[in-house]
């Protein structure tokens, strides 16, 4: 089993509709959860951290689930410039970054 | 400030060829990293420098050595290159070692070993 784990997609959306990304990840002691995004043939860019509470930034909306493991990310009136791979990442510890496939939107 | 600077950009190479990846950055980060990317793989960890004058193992490194110049360099080199080898190659770096900071990346090394 992958150590974090996210549907590939492409996830092929109008703009102005709302989509869902859904990731799980294996190890319970993780300690920080992020959202990236990575353009096409360009390094991934930090979008979000993802807390416990949730939290929102514009459009975007990233929650965490401790108990069942996975972290979502909510994308609102998306628009053609969100196109790109979102990827997951879980830390462990020594900030050793666990990368998810990502998901292409 | 630049960030994280990568060179070269791309780089063709035959078989049992060396070179060396070069990385830098001027964010005063305590951490470097150096990952691949390979299609349907995600980022896996290559080496990672905790701090100047150290280097650890990351997921796969076999094929690969570091050096952490200084705090600034952290360069990557392939002995005897293989096409396995072919990939995307981002460097990236992070203040400190503590729960909730991220890590930054350069633009990467486009690599094609033939």
């Known amino acids: 089993r992958k150590e974090v784990e996210q549907d590939p997609g492409p996830f092929n959306v109008p703009e102005g509709a709302t989509v869902a990304f859904n990731c799980t990840y294996s190890?319970?002691?993780?300690?920080?959860f992020f959202w990236y995004r990575q353009d096409c043939r360009k390094e991934p860019k930090l979008l979000m951290s993802?807390?416990?509470s949730g939290n929102e930034d514009g459009r975007f909306t990233a929650q965490l689930n401790r108990a069942s493991q996975y972290i979502s990310l909510l994308i609102r009136d998306s628009k053609l410039s969100d196109s790109a791979t979102y990827l997951c990442v879980v830390t462990g510890t020594a900030s050793k970054l666990t990368f998810g496939t990502g998901t292409r939107l | 400030n630049a960030g994280v600077t990568q060179t070269p950009k791309f780089q063709v190479l035959k078989t049992g060829q060396s070179m060396t990846l070069q990385c830098a950055q001027d964010m005063n980060h305590n951490s470097m990293y150096w990952y691949r990317q390979d299609p349907g793989m995600g980022l896996r960890l290559i080496y990672y420098s905790a701090s100047e004058g150290t280097t650890d193992k990351g997921e796969v490194p076999n094929g690969y050595n570091v050096s952490r110049l200084n705090k600034r360099e952290f360069s990557l080199r392939l002995e005897s290159a293989a096409p396995s080898q072919t990939s995307v190659y981002f460097c990236?770096?992070?203040?400190?070692?503590?729960?909730?900071?991220?890590?930054?990346f350069g633009p990467g090394t486009r690599l094609l070993v033939l």
């Open positions: 993802v807390y416990s």
């Open positions: 990236a770096s992070i203040r400190d070692r503590v729960v909730g900071e991220t890590q930054y």
């Open positions: 190890n319970s002691a993780s300690q920080s």
